[in-house]
């Protein structure tokens, strides 16, 4: 485990925990989690923004809006787990 890594607080780890039930990771993140061996955060970080990348850039070309919304829905999503990350202490 890193430093880093020791340095989550509770509510940090309950959110990871959280976000790796959802579907916002690909398996090769969120299966450690599940397991309990959590990757270095920079990895969840990066696989949450690479993900709202990839909404925004098939929001633009995509006329349907079933799939609009659902995109939408699931880039607010990520970027509600990445603020929840950022501002996770214990003090809430």
Do not use: W
């Not at 959280?18 to 309990?36: E, F, K, N, R």
């Not at 990895?43 to 929001?59: K, P, Q, R």
């Not at 006329?63 to 970027?79: E, G, W």
């Amino acid at each position: 485990m890193s430093s880093r890594e020791s340095k989550l607080t509770a509510n940090q780890s309950r959110i990871i925990k959280l976000l790796a039930h959802s579907t916002l990771l690909p398996s090769y993140v969120s299966d450690p989690i599940l397991a309990g061996n959590p990757p270095p955060l920079t990895e969840i970080v990066d696989a949450l923004l690479i993900h709202a990348l990839d909404c925004e850039a098939t929001l633009a070309d995509d006329p349907q809006d079933t799939l609009n919304h659902r995109r939408i829905v699931r880039s607010v999503c990520t970027a509600s787990f990445l603020a929840a990350l950022a501002i996770g202490d214990d003090s809430v």
